[in-house]
């Protein structure tokens, strides 16, 4: 770990006379308390991913640093004593800010100047970093003050009061945007069986309105690029009815659209159909490739490897879900600050007969888990057509079908790679209509029912227990 320096008159005056009279006691306290902070470094693991150089601004709780993991880790504090273990200095300027993926702030209720820090940041800020705050409660904070004045008779020394809801608008102000939110920590006491077990166990919704430290991720709000390069990335197995129907709708979207249609060792004439489509559409951009025949995922994992494009978008064979509405999301991703969209068939009325019943009931019960998991309303984890940035592959790609069990169909690891990588996910309503042709690959239930249940207890366990 480094340390780093900022100008003068980062903190508090009031801060600043309270960690120097104090040292001696608050390097005690963090003695004796290190566990409490050690639980926030291992949850911070839980955020920060493959971080080549994350930047703590720290207040006397630079310990919060140890156990996360980062190539580079530098600490600005108010007092070299809590990082005394750093030897080299570096200047905050705004080149090293640009170099971070990762800035942690624990110290925003001692910033002198808060929305100067914030804005400071924000200009500097690369597009692809994610800052992490790390604050207490109002609840907590009350308590606390009252402990340290009525039981402790310590005497107060002034802090910001800065409550989740005003530093939430805040950032925002500052045009940061927020991704999520936990929320951990709800005794912080050395009882070791009891600590871990309520810690846990509080983590759970509504239990989780008394934790004591929230743990907020945000991003920038960037000005996206216009006329960024799509690729359509379209599974098929067994879909020769529903190939001729492309033509028409590959000539809705402009010639420089990408279609990577990827046969995954169909028994019927599915290939020589996809042939027949690119000679007949020639001055359209459509790669054939051939899927491993193993399940849908490895086949949509195996074309969003070759696609060329910018923004990704898998779409199903079966045509279920109108061109026009995808062309309508693409949009939003353009214009927006998202990086995933999830397209939900839940929303609009369907068809009768688009989905069946036991489909239907059962993405409900898996929307409601994954709303849980996510702190998110999710209506619909099954539809086919997600779109998001191909940059943010090479992340997501990397905890595929390692969330207990192999994902046969890839909707669960696309999700959960793109809220465990700490991308700003939406939904966005479309159209579901029956097939034209051919029949639902959704079969075997219990099975797939099974594996999925499997999958999503294995993400809350890791994503939010795990150390």
Same mark, same amino acid.
């Given at each position: 770990?480094?340390?780093?320096?900022?100008?003068?008159?980062?903190?508090?005056?009031?801060?600043?006379?309270?960690?120097?009279?104090?040292?001696?006691?608050?390097?005690?306290?963090?003695?004796?308390?290190?566990?409490?902070?050690?639980?926030?470094?291992?949850?911070?693991?839980?955020?920060?991913?493959?971080?080549?150089?994350?930047?703590?601004?720290?207040?006397?709780?630079?310990?919060?640093?140890?156990?996360?993991?980062?190539?580079?880790?530098?600490?600005? /504090?108010?007092?070299?004593?809590?990082?005394?273990?750093?030897?080299?200095?570096?200047?905050?300027?705004?080149?090293?800010?640009?170099?971070?993926?990762?800035?942690?702030? #624990?110290? #925003?209720?001692?910033?002198?100047?808060?929305?100067?820090?914030?804005?400071?940041? /924000?200009?500097?800020?690369?597009?692809?970093?994610?800052?992490?705050?790390?604050?207490?409660?109002?609840?907590?904070?009350?308590?606390?003050?009252?402990?340290?004045?009525?039981? $402790?008779?310590?005497?107060?020394?002034?802090?910001?009061?800065?409550?989740?809801?005003?530093?939430?608008?805040?950032?925002?102000?500052?045009? $940061?945007?927020?991704?999520?939110?936990?929320?951990?920590?709800?005794?912080?006491?050395?009882?070791?069986?009891?600590?871990?077990?309520?810690?846990?166990?509080?983590?759970?919704?509504?239990?989780?309105?008394?934790?004591?430290?929230?743990?907020?991720?945000?991003?920038?709000?960037?000005?996206?690029?216009?006329?960024?390069?799509?690729?359509?990335?379209?599974?098929?197995?067994?879909?020769?009815?529903?190939?001729?129907?492309?033509?028409?709708?590959?000539?809705?979207?402009?010639?420089?659209? /990408?279609?990577?249609?990827?046969?995954?060792?169909?028994?019927?004439?599915?290939?020589? /159909?996809?042939?027949?489509?690119?000679?007949?559409?020639?001055?359209?951009?459509?790669?054939?490739?051939?899927?491993?025949?193993?399940?849908?995922?490895?086949?949509?994992?195996?074309?969003?490897?070759?696609?060329?494009?910018?923004?990704?978008?898998?779409?199903?064979?079966?045509?279920?879900?109108?061109?026009?509405?995808?062309?309508?999301? &693409?949009?939003?991703?353009?214009?927006?600050?998202?990086?995933?969209?999830?397209?939900?068939?839940?929303?609009?009325?369907?068809?009768?007969?688009?989905?069946?019943?036991?489909?239907?009931?059962?993405?409900?019960?898996?929307?409601?888990?994954?709303? &849980?998991?996510?702190?998110?309303?999710?209506?619909?984890?099954?539809?086919? #057509?997600?779109?998001?940035?191909?940059?943010?592959?090479?992340?997501?790609?990397?905890?595929?079908?390692?969330?207990?069990?192999?994902?046969?169909?890839?909707?669960?690891?696309?999700?959960?790679?793109?809220?465990?990588?700490?991308?700003?996910?939406?939904?966005?309503?479309?159209?579901?209509?029956?097939?034209?042709?051919?029949?639902?690959?959704?079969?075997?239930?219990?099975?797939?029912?099974?594996?999925?249940?499997?999958?999503?207890?294995?993400?809350?366990?890791?994503?939010?227990?795990?150390?």
């Amino acid at each position: 770990m480094k340390i780093t320096k900022t100008k003068k008159n980062y903190f508090l005056n009031s801060s600043e006379d309270y960690f120097n009279k104090y040292k001696k006691n608050r390097l005690s306290f963090l003695k004796r308390k290190q566990k409490f902070f050690y639980e926030i470094s291992f949850f911070l693991n839980k955020c920060i991913h493959n971080s080549k150089r994350t930047l703590f601004f720290c207040c006397g709780n630079s310990i919060v640093s140890k156990y996360v993991n980062a190539k580079e880790k530098f600490i600005h /504090e108010i007092n070299k004593s809590f990082a005394k273990n750093n030897k080299i200095k570096k200047v905050i300027d705004k080149k090293f800010i640009n170099s971070c993926d990762h800035i942690v702030i #624990t110290d #925003t209720e001692h910033q002198k100047d808060l929305l100067a820090s914030l804005r400071f940041i /924000e200009k500097n800020l690369n597009d692809n970093c994610r800052i992490i705050l790390v604050s207490k409660s109002l609840i907590w904070m009350t308590i606390i003050n009252f402990f340290r004045k009525n039981l $402790l008779r310590q005497k107060l020394y002034k802090t910001n009061f800065l409550p989740f809801k005003d530093l939430k608008e805040i950032f925002f102000n500052q045009k $940061l945007e927020l991704i999520r939110n936990e929320k951990i920590i709800i005794f912080p006491f050395a009882f070791p069986l009891i600590n871990s077990i309520l810690n846990t166990v509080c983590r759970l919704p509504l239990l989780n309105f008394f934790c004591m430290i929230n743990i907020s991720i945000f991003k920038k709000r960037i000005v996206k690029k216009k006329n960024e390069k799509i690729s359509f990335v379209i599974p098929c197995k067994n879909e020769e009815g529903n190939i001729p129907l492309f033509k028409n709708e590959i000539l809705k979207f402009d010639k420089n659209i /990408e279609f990577l249609f990827g046969n995954d060792k169909s028994s019927d004439s599915t290939k020589k /159909e996809l042939i027949l489509l690119k000679k007949t559409l020639k001055k359209n951009k459509i790669k054939i490739y051939n899927g491993p025949g193993i399940c849908k995922s490895e086949n949509v994992y195996k074309g969003i490897d070759l696609a060329s494009g910018e923004i990704i978008v898998i779409y199903d064979a079966d045509l279920t879900v109108p061109i026009s509405n995808v062309i309508d999301a &693409i949009e939003l991703l353009n214009d927006s600050n998202f990086d995933f969209i999830n397209c939900t068939r839940m929303i609009y009325p369907q068809k009768y007969g688009a989905m069946k019943i036991f489909n239907f009931m059962g993405n409900i019960f898996f929307a409601k888990l994954f709303s &849980i998991l996510f702190k998110q309303r999710i209506t619909d984890t099954l539809c086919g #057509t997600k779109i998001f940035y191909k940059k943010d592959w090479s992340k997501i790609k990397k905890t595929n079908s390692k969330w207990g069990i192999m994902d046969h169909w890839g909707d669960f690891d696309l999700l959960i790679g793109a809220y465990h990588n700490n991308l700003k996910i939406i939904e966005v309503p479309v159209p579901y209509q029956e097939r034209v042709e051919g029949k639902t690959k959704m079969t075997s239930l219990i099975s797939n029912t099974t594996r999925m249940i499997i999958i999503v207890l294995a993400a809350y366990f890791k994503l939010k227990i795990q150390k």
